[in-house]
């Protein structure tokens, strides 16, 4: 276990094996490696969590806005297979990649000191974790979206599109 005081922005990331779904594990410096030089974002997430169905669909604004070219986007799944699947198909909708973290075991979600979620990890190319925050909130969201465009000079895209009512903060 990583001690608490360990766990905070400039830390190294645990290293941990995610599911993949139907295929072998990979840790978090293969995910790394398969990043390409891209910061990596775990977005760790529970299907039942009302926070998640919340956050979801701007998670995947992020990955249509940055993803492959400012970061990649993983979505962890604390629940089974099957459940997870459904609820990126059907509900999410989610084109970034799906790995899994369930119960009872929760891995890579104590690595990742997850007490909440959803929970968002960004971690550099070099394995530094960059930035930690659970719940939503359209203030954080946006700002990673403004940190992930200025880092390549990439064209600001809003993460939360303007006119968007949704509520400014929720805890997971």
Known sequence: MVSPAAFAPGAPAPSVAFARPGGRPVTTEGLLAEANGLPLLLAFFKTSCPTC???WPYVQRLHEAYGGTGVRVVGVS?????????FF???GKAT???FLDPEPLFA??????????PHLALVSPAGVL???FS???KAKMEALGSRLAGARNL?????VPPGDLVRDFQSG
């Open 130 to 132: 960059d930035e930690i």
């Open 108 to 117: 890579a979600s104590n690595a990742f000191q997850v007490e909440s979620v």
């Open 155 to 159: 064209a600001r895209v809003p993460i």
């Open 53 to 55: 169905r919340l956050a």
């Open 135 to 137: 719940g939503w909130s």
């Open 89 to 91: 198909e059907e509900f």
């Open 78 to 86: 604390q629940n089974a297979e099957n459940e997870s699947k459904i």
């Open 96 to 98: 970034f990649d799906l």
